[in-house]
């Protein structure tokens, strides 16, 4: 029997979560907990209906068996992340299954948890899922006329593919996963370049104008915008 700890009133938040379980013990069990910590549960025990629920309703999280009929859970994950949906996927896998959560992180999902599993431990993983940003998560980001397949190494501006080297590509990246947010030459060289690369601010300013070159349109505002004595940030507009 478990032993349910109330929730201070501070955390009585309801985020919607999606379990896709086709183990009734096991998916009877995360509901009731999941329920008892104040969240919106629905639960459907087919990949197929997973997929369908999915698509149709937005979910704050789903949490996904890999082992399922019809329609596997990597094949569940798979397609959703395709479709650019960002929704967190938390991959529930089978004891010492390794090739199992390889193939899940690869799929799209976040995080994984190994049957059998503490409900508390759920909990955790849960929560540590909800607080993380949308932009953190997703491997295709859109911003203005952009779009980007971080999975893929892919870009596009009005839909025409843009071929960008490398690090053009990890710094629009990063500016894209934090739009409007500010960051200086020296912040921007520690987060995108490694600690051995031949860098200086100079090198921010020459990477920036070749982004600018190649994405900006003409007549328009570049996306990539100067804050004066500060530093740069991608706006959408």
């Keep these: 029997m478990i032993a349910f700890q109330p929730l201070a009133p501070s955390e ?3 985020p919607k979560i999606l379990i896709v379980e086709d183990d009734l013990q096991v998916a009877s069990s995360v509901k009731d907990w999941l329920l008892f910590e104040k969240y919106l549960v ?4 087919t990949g197929s209906e997973a997929l369908e629920m999915m698509m149709a309703y937005d ?5 996904l068996d890999i082992n399922l009929p019809r329609l596997s859970g990597l094949e569940v994950c798979r397609r959703y992340r395709d479709s650019g949906r960002t929704c967190p996927i938390l991959m529930l896998t089978g004891q010492d299954a390794v090739d199992d959560r390889a193939n899940g992180l690869d799929a799209g999902a976040d995080d994984y948890l190994t049957k059998p599993f503490h409900l508390k431990e ?5 929560r540590a899922l909800l607080r993380r940003p949308a932009t953190l ?3 295709i980001l859109k911003a203005g006329n952009l779009v980007l397949d971080s999975a893929k190494h892919s870009l596009t501006v009005d839909g025409v593919a843009i071929h960008l080297p490398r690090m053009e590509f990890a710094l629009l990246e990063f500016l894209m996963r934090h739009p409007d947010q500010v960051f200086n030459a020296s912040t921007l060289l520690e987060r995108v370049w490694t600690a051995d690369s031949d860098k200086s601010p100079e090198t921010i300013r020459t990477t ?14 570049s996306l990539i915008q100067n ?3 500060v530093g740069y940030k991608l ?3």
């Design 12 to 14: 009585l938040i309801m």
């Design 42 to 45: 629905e639960h459907v025990t």
């Design 59 to 63: 979910y704050d999280l789903v949490i």
């Design 122 to 126: 759920l909990s955790a993983r849960v």
């Design 137 to 139: 998560t997703s491997s």
């Design 208 to 221: 920036i104008k070749k982004l600018r070159n190649k994405i900006d349109i003409e007549g328009e505002p």
């Design 227 to 229: 804050v004066h004595g």
């Design 235 to 237: 706006s959408e507009l």
